[in-house]
């Protein structure tokens, strides 16, 4: 119950193109759901974050789609850049436990 | 810029030796910080959570005497591997958190490299 699923593992886009990561959710205690993106030897620095009485949040090229009834959710990359190659992260929030459940990860590599 | 501070970004110390990585919030008063490890290619294990001025609470298999955590203010947490060997090598990336009342998503701190020879 406490899992998020996170798909495909890996991922390889064209420059300009999209690139979509799903994540799936079991526990409807989570009431908050951050993507975060990693670089090699970095922490992982929060991109978008959305809460479930909102389906879609738009922030620059970054948008999260949210299907609360179906739970998941998914970010959306437009116009993929060589510079968003990194490992994505989703993760589901249970803010009043204190608990973060994340993702398995995603490698994003966009080709120039 | 950066609203967490992990220290040191890298260590590389013999076997037996123990190893102290801070975190610190910069900005905002972080009534929990987490603690993760995280391997190669691998998501976020979460070692422990600590809240200011109480004892820190372990994921299952992690043990405790090995991984000491003190959170003793609202703006840094420490996390010490005593004796460490080779298979503590990791990755250790900590978090802070302003608490669910106000708003905000966890900050990372950009995570300490631990080589033990």
């Known amino acids: 119950q406490q899992q998020v699923k996170q798909s495909p593992q890996s991922l390889i886009v064209q420059k300009g193109g999209i690139s979509i990561i799903n994540c799936a959710y079991e526990n409807t205690a989570f009431d908050y759901f951050p993507w975060y993106q990693q670089f090699p030897g970095k922490g992982p620095a929060l991109l978008i974050a959305i809460r479930p009485d909102v389906s879609e949040k738009k922030e620059g090229r970054f948008t999260i789609s949210f299907n609360k009834s179906a739970k998941q959710f998914s970010l959306h990359i437009m116009d993929s850049q060589p510079g968003d190659s990194a490992t994505y992260f989703c993760a589901a929030v249970n803010t009043g436990g204190f608990k973060t459940i994340f993702g398995a990860g995603t490698r994003l590599f966009v080709k120039a | 810029g950066a609203v967490v501070s992990q220290h040191p970004s890298r260590v590389i110390c013999k076997s037996g030796t123990s190893v102290k990585i801070e975190c610190r919030s910069l900005?905002?008063?972080?009534?929990?910080m987490f603690w993760y490890r995280q391997f190669p290619k691998k998501s976020l294990m979460l070692m422990a959570t600590?809240?200011?001025?109480?004892?820190?609470?372990?994921e299952q298999g992690v043990e405790k005497d090995k991984f000491l955590i003190n959170h003793a203010s609202l703006t840094l947490s420490t996390l010490t591997v005593t004796s460490a060997h080779p298979e503590d090598s990791s990755f250790y990336i900590c978090?802070?958190?302003?608490?669910?009342?106000?708003?905000?998503?966890?900050?990372f701190g950009d995570g300490t490299r631990l080589s033990i020879l």
């Open positions: 978090s802070a958190w302003a608490g669910g009342l106000s708003n905000q998503p966890q900050h």
């Open positions: 900005d905002f008063q972080a009534t929990t």
């Open positions: 600590s809240n200011e001025g109480s004892k820190a609470t372990y």
